[in-house]
Each structure stands twice: as C-alpha cells, then as structure tokens.
C-alpha cells in the first residue's frame, strides 16, 4: 500500500473552492490532508465543505483583506492544530474591469487587478511565514504565477496588469525563498497556462482562440488544461517529497512555453 504524501499535514488553500484550488484541495484530501479553504463565496464554500468531508473547513472571505487569511490561520490552528503548507491560488483576471494592453489600461483596471492578484497573495504569504516563524515551525508556501508572466501571447492574452502581477509572484516567491531557507520555509510556484475554469470562459468560447491552443499547448492532443493537470505537483510541492526544493517555479502548461503556436 502506498503512503499518503500528506499525512497528519494541514493545508491551507486561499480560493480553494472552485477551480484549480478546490481540484488541489481535493487531491491534498486524499493524500491524508486536512485543509482549510477560503473563497469568497458562502454558498461556494459550503458546498466545497460537503464535497472535501470531516478533514475540512472553509472560511468565507476576500482574499485582499489581511485579516481573511490571519482568520483561517486561526481556525485551522484551534481546529487541526497548526498550519503546515499554504497554497495560494485565489486571483484571476482583470480585464472586465479595465485591465488590456497598456495604453488601454484604466486606472481601476490596473488597481482591481494588483488588489485581486498582488495584494491577496501577499496578504497570505505574510501571515503564513509569520506564523512558521514566531512558532518555529518548517512550512511550504505555494503560490499561483501564470506562463504569461515570462511567456507573452499579445494576440489573444494581452492582459499586462495580469502579467505584471504574476511576473511579481514569481518575484515575491524567489526573493522569500531565498531570504526564508535557513528556517526551513519553503516557497515555490506552479505557472498554469489556459486552464479550464470558470474563470477562462471568454477565451473557451473563442474558436480562433481554441486553435491556437491546440498548437500552443500540443500535448495530450492539443487541449486546454484541466484543473487536475496542477494537482500532482501541488501535493509535491506541499509535501515532504519537496523538503530540498526551494524558488522553483513549475510551467504546467501542455508545451505552451516551448511552442510557437499559430495565428
């Protein structure tokens, strides 16, 4: 019989009820995980709650209020005991509210989407190493980047306050990574490319887009990604197996890095 990888751990998952989060939340389950999810959504975080069973909790909650997280912290510590791993995947796009290519950026584009994407990852990050340090525990931080933070597509994802916030969670995560190793904190991002979401459905929808993908992301077929591609990496990331890996940033992104794709 295998071992679960995630035994006796407790996880934090911020946007950990819908999507690529609740995938992970549920992978992170059945390798022996408790977890605690925060969404922003009641309804969303109940019906979460049902779906993960007894080694769940959910915190309703934005991610871009510092206290939200503090909060879920505080429930997983007084519920299961302690805090060892937090994936941070809450975020996502701007461009219904201003955000495109940089001479059309409105000024509420751009601080809708460094709130949503930047400060929620950095309220969450803080109070995660803030909590290993002053109780002098190891701990694994895991946070969302996207290939367009290093691996541009201006034809049909020309979003640049989206790619300057997760150009800035690769940043943050290295720069934490590299000052936080001798405590034994951890930090490490997965970069996703076009995943299939709730919160992608402009671009599914979008046929000349699809073709694109199909050469973009060539394998398994040329598909868009699904929210489980993500989650064998976030239970390596968030488990022991990676204890001797620190400032990693994965692409998990069907060859979207390393492929031209077409017109």
């Not at 969303?44 to 934005?62: H, I, M, Q």
């Not at 995560?173 to 951890?186: D, E, F, L, S, V």
Request: charged letters at 20%.
């Amino acid at each position: 019989m295998s071992r679960l990888r995630l035994l006796d751990k407790v996880i934090l998952i911020v946007g950990g009820t819908s999507g690529l989060g609740l995938s992970a939340a549920r992978a992170c389950v059945a390798e022996g995980a408790r977890v605690v999810v925060v969404g922003r959504d009641a309804e969303k975080c109940r019906l979460a709650c049902e779906l993960l069973g007894a080694p769940s909790r959910t915190v309703t909650g934005d991610a871009t209020n510092a206290k939200t997280c503090e909060q879920a912290i505080q429930l997983a510590v007084e519920d299961f005991g302690g805090v060892d791993g937090l994936y941070h995947v809450a975020g996502g796009s701007g461009r219904s509210h201003g955000d495109g290519p940089l001479d059309q950026i409105s000024d509420d584009g751009w601080e809708f989407t460094l709130r949503f994407n930047l400060d929620s990852m950095f309220y969450s990050n803080r109070a995660a190493v803030r909590y290993f340090l002053e109780n002098g525990r190891p701990g694994s931080v895991l946070n969302m980047a996207s290939v367009l933070a290093d691996s541009p597509s201006p034809r049909y994802f020309s979003t640049h306050a989206y790619a300057t916030t997760k150009a800035a969670a690769v940043g943050l995560t290295t720069t934490a990574a590299a000052y936080y190793a001798p405590r034994n904190i951890r930090f490490n991002a997965v970069a996703p490319a076009l995943v299939d979401t709730t919160l992608t459905q402009r671009a599914r929808n979008d046929e000349d887009i699809m073709r694109y993908i199909s050469t973009k992301q060539p394998l398994d077929g040329g598909r868009i990604g699904l929210p489980r591609d993500a989650d064998a990496a976030a239970v390596f990331f968030l488990s022991d197996d990676s204890r001797f890996v620190t400032g990693q940033v994965l692409a998990i992104d069907g060859g979207w890095k390393v492929s031209e794709g077409q017109w």
